[in-house]
């Protein structure tokens, strides 16, 4: 099987080529020719499976150059009890009313980047080898909170690899600080920029785009690479728990062979829920596919009018992670919705970014509310959701999973289909323990790692073990920049 872009569709590259340029030259995005399909009875057959055996199953579809023995060894590594402090790595959790929550915060940074970040590193090193590329990968990120520390938990330690994270000095919170800064591992480095996200962001495209940067780390036996969720081998990984959703839902006798589940995923960047739309082509039997988002609804707007306008107020919410105006994963999705006519992608992103918005036609916003429905949930929504999940059923969500929450609810209520449906949980409530706090009633007292011990006491839910110990870790970096010399940085840290 080879890999395309979505923008140009005669360039064609094998998997290991694909995750190791990460974003194609031609500025599209890579995705492989053909959507695999599940064969007869391989749902019924892996129910019976461990997470990590579904993993291999699905991941070898796309993987045709990698053996079934690398992606159990990854899927081992990646997805094990050191990594994840819940043997089913992503378990369901059963609510009222034939809904469920699929929890997917259980890896080493507490929130669904790791369900990706903890896989990605493994293929990239493994793709290096394939294409016979001899340099050392450096990962550049630019983060504001929740991607750099699940990046470096990912990429810590493992084979010619490197990784820098540049995070804004007060533009993330106590414990995220705390988690980037604590980090372990012998190729990681950690350094704030005096800035904002966006000068952290721009700064490191900057380098990205930087010939003598390039030049100077070739010849020290350096390339530059990227983990954003643009990257397939980020992708890949999220079809499987969709796959694994459905799987664990047979296995409990929660719904009958066949029978349809629907999903509500709360969504930043699209590539979320793209993958529950891979896994519904492979054949898992999912119903519709529900897009939630905070008052930034860009692509709420988009599934119900056609129009995507980034041309709008930015809000920052309690969600920040879904803070998004252009979801890049959404161009997967209309290169598979246009019947893989590149030139129509190419279009739609040139107005993008000429305009800052783009339409599509008829027949495209037909297929469009076919797959999906959209809602958005605000910021009092939000809080009150979290508030009736605590008292009515007695379990605490976040303040994204709120946002799921709620639209799968408003989702029900409008069109009555009250089929299964499993609403996706991307972060545990301890990482926004004051918005949590305050959602159910109590007024946040401390800062940063005290709020842990609050929210605790406040709701008898454990406190997950690695945000616990965060308190008693050293801190290993103390670096900071001025934004106009992170090359410099770049360039003393990759010696
Ligand atoms: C990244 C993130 C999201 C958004 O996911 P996308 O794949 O970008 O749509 C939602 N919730 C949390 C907690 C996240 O970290």
């Known amino acids: 099987m080879h890999y395309l872009s979505t923008r140009d569709r005669t360039l064609r590259y094998t998997a290991a080529e694909a995750i190791k340029q990460g974003l194609s030259r031609d500025g599209g995005l890579f995705l ?101 590329e001899h340099k050392t990968a450096c990962i550049l990120v630019a983060t504001s909170g929740d991607t750099g520390k699940a990046a470096l938990e990912g990429f810590r330690d493992v084979d010619q690899t490197k990784i820098l994270v540049f995070y804004p000095k007060d533009g993330v919170s106590p414990v995220q600080k705390l988690q980037m800064v604590t980090q372990e591992g012998g190729n990681v480095g950690v350094c704030s920029v005096i800035g904002n996200f966006d000068d952290a962001q721009t700064g490191v495209k900057r380098i990205f785009s930087d010939e003598a940067i390039r030049d100077t780390l070739a010849q020290r036996g350096y390339f530059l690479s990227s983990a954003n969720s643009i990257n397939w081998g980020r992708v890949l990984p999220q079809i499987v728990y969709y796959v694994s959703l459905y799987c664990d839902l047979l296995h409990q006798g929660k719904i009958n062979q066949g029978e349809r589940v629907n999903v509500c995923v709360p969504t930043g960047n699209f590539g979320n829920i793209l993958a529950a739309y891979y896994a519904k082509c492979m054949g898992v039997p999912l119903g519709t596919l529900i897009c939630a988002s905070n008052c930034n609804d860009v692509l709420t707007e988009f599934l119900w009018t056609g129009v995507y ?118 972060a545990s409530p301890y990482k926004f323990c004051s918005h949590v706090l305050e959602a159910i009633g109590e007024e946040p007292w401390g800062e940063g790692v005290e709020l842990l011990e609050q929210l605790n006491e406040a709701s008898g839910v454990k406190i997950p073990e690695r945000l616990a110990a965060l308190g008693r870790k050293e801190v290993r970096f103390t670096q900071s920049t001025e934004k106009q010399n992170m090359d410099q940085v770049v360039l003393d840290y990759l010696k």
Request: negative net charge.
């Open 309 to 426: 306008n980034r041309n709008r107020v930015f809000h920052t919410t309690m969600s920040p992670s879904m803070d998004i105006l252009i979801s890049s994963n959404l161009e997967r999705l209309l290169f598979a919705l246009s019947g893989g006519d590149d030139a129509q992608v190419r279009s739609y992103m040139e107005q993008l970014a000429a305009e800052g918005k783009y339409r599509v036609g008829g027949e495209m916003l037909k297929k469009l509310q076919d797959l999906f429905w959209a809602g958005s949930c605000g910021e009092a929504e939000t809080l009150t959701t979290i508030h009736r999940y605590f008292e009515e059923q007695n379990y605490l969500i976040d303040t994204h999973t709120a946002v799921a929450a709620n639209v799968l609810a408003q989702y029900r209520t409008e069109t009555g289909d009250m089929r299964p449906a499993v609403f996706a949980s991307t």
């Open 32 to 132: 492989p020719e053909e959507i695999p399909a599940l064969r007869a009875g391989q749902l019924e057959k892996m129910a019976s499976m461990s997470y990590q055996e579904r993993a291999v199953e699905i991941m070898s579809l796309y993987l045709e150059d990698f053996s079934r023995e690398e992606l159990a060894a990854y899927a081992a590594a990646a997805y094990g009890p050191e990594k994840f402090d819940d043997p089913a790595v992503a378990p369901l959790h059963t609510l009222e009313g034939d809904v469920h929550c699929l929890e997917l915060w259980h890896g080493p940074t507490s929130a669904f980047k790791d369900m990706a970040l903890q896989m990605l590193p493994h293929l990239l090193s493994a793709s290096l080898k394939k294409t016979g």
